[in-house]
Nanobody, 119 residues
Framework: QAQLAESGGGLVQPGGSLRLSCAASGMIDGMFTMGWYRQAPGKQRELVARITSGGTTNYVDSVKGRFTISRDNAKKTAYLQMNSLKPEDTAVYYC?????????????WGQGTQVTVSS
C-alpha cells in the first residue's frame, strides 16, 4: 500500500505565494502522472495542474502563468508553486498520483490541504 501526503497549505493574503508539496510513501516502484486538484465550498473538484512522468505539464486556464507544477522523482514528491494568489483560489487542494508497484499502477489521493486567500 502507498500513501500521498500534502503539506504547505495555509492562510495567505491576495497577491501572496504558497508552495504545496505532495510526498509519496510506502510500496512504490515509481510515479507516473501526478496532479493537483482543488475543491471550493459548494463546487465540484477540478483539475488544477498535472505533470507526466516525462515532464509534460498542463494547467486549468484560471491558473496559467501563476501556478507551476513540478516533480522530484528521487524524492518521490510533486510540488505546486502558487504565485499571485487570488481569493478565488481558496479551496482544499488534493494531490493525485498514479503509482507503480510490482507492475501494477494504482491511483491514489492525498487527504487534502486547505489554502485560504484572504486579507
Amino acid at each position: 500500500q502507498a500513501q500521498l501526503a500534502e503539506s504547505g497549505g495555509g492562510l495567505v493574503q491576495p497577491g501572496g505565494s504558497l508552495r504545496l508539496s505532495c510526498a509519496a510513501s510506502g510500496m512504490i516502484d515509481g510515479m507516473f502522472t501526478m496532479g493537483w486538484y482543488r475543491q471550493a465550498p459548494g463546487k465540484q473538484r477540478e483539475l488544477v495542474a498535472r505533470i507526466t512522468s516525462g515532464g509534460t505539464t498542463n494547467y486549468v486556464d484560471s491558473v496559467k502563468g501563476r501556478f507551476t507544477i513540478s516533480r522530484d522523482n528521487a524524492k518521490k514528491t510533486a510540488y505546486l508553486q502558487m504565485n499571485s494568489l487570488k481569493p478565488e483560489d481558496t479551496a482544499v487542494y488534493y494531490c493525485n498520483g498514479d503509482l507503480l508497484w510490482r507492475e501494477k499502477v494504482t491511483t491514489y489521493w492525498g487527504q487534502g490541504t486547505q489554502v485560504t486567500v484572504s486579507s
